[in-house]
């Protein structure tokens, strides 16, 4: 009864949190009497199921939550759409047209996609897209966008992009970094540099992982480049790039198969 009141107290009266009135009404049990701390131990669980829902994070039960007492191995699959963890334009290089007239280009042929190269190109145009001058555009995966912009006939995106549609890149122009490249009217026009960075709290979170006992770390990107090798060799991570849900599924198959043989060899 005292541990409820409690509760009451300070769910509706002291307006806390009810993660903080769960835990000050535990107190009280415990103190009354240390073996309600085996009743209460289911409600503890239900805290930290909903601790865990307020960081986003989802489990099936508090089974699911003791297992993770067992992981070495993580898997980051990386299809975040917030802005912040998009890569960053770096820099607009162009000999044909001013450099904020290829970004525009850019980003108009890109305005209709939903690729992570798409979202951090607009993301560098702080302009609003006039969808009246967009005539036609094709996704293309893994590889770009053609696109139609007020009777401008456009590429936008890798080197592969390119020779497939007979566009020339100029040696001093190729790279390894990760690159989009812009043709118009079939025509080589000039290329944006993005970057990928590993978010702060992706570091952090690594970092606290691995002092919990986590080995290794596998990344899932949706690109490759050299970009990216960076970011994986920053997070210490084994990284694995361009593949499909199914051998997403397949390559995680093999890892815990890895893992699993590994540990009985130990």
Not at 179 to 206: F, M, P, R, S
């Amino acid at each position: 009864v005292a541990a409820l009141v409690v509760f009451i107290i300070q769910l509706w009266v002291a307006e806390a949190a009810p993660v903080l009135a769960a835990r000050a009404a535990l107190s009280v049990l415990v103190i009354a009497n240390p073996f309600t701390l085996l009743a209460s131990v289911p409600l503890i669980w239900l805290c930290a199921l909903y601790g865990a829902y307020v960081y986003k994070i989802l489990f099936r039960s508090s089974a699911s939550m003791r297992r993770l007492l067992h992981v070495k191995s993580v898997v980051l699959d990386d299809s975040s759409t917030d802005e912040e963890s998009l890569p960053k334009l770096v820099s607009v290089k162009s000999d044909k047209v001013p450099p904020e007239m290829l970004l525009r280009l850019a980003a108009y042929a890109e305005a209709n996609s939903d690729s992570r190269t798409a979202r951090a190109i607009l993301a560098a145009f702080h302009e609003e897209i006039d969808q009246k001058l967009i005539q036609k555009t094709l996704d293309i995966p893994q590889c770009g966008v053609e696109a139609y912009i007020s009777n401008l006939h456009l590429f936008v995106g890798t080197r592969e992009l390119m020779l497939l549609h007979g566009v020339t890149v100029p040696e001093e122009d190729l790279s390894d970094d990760y690159v989009v490249y812009v043709a118009v009217q079939g025509t080589y026009a000039g290329k944006l540099v993005l970057q990928e960075t590993a978010n702060d709290d992706t570091v952090e979170t690594l970092d606290a992982l691995r002092s919990l006992g986590i080995r290794t770390v596998t990344l899932f990107r949706p690109a490759q480049n050299e970009s990216v090798t960076n970011v994986a060799k920053s997070l210490h991570a084994q990284l694995f790039c361009k593949l499909t849900p199914e051998e997403k599924n397949q390559t995680l198959y093999k890892l815990q198969k890895y893992r699993s043989l590994h540990s009985k060899r130990c």
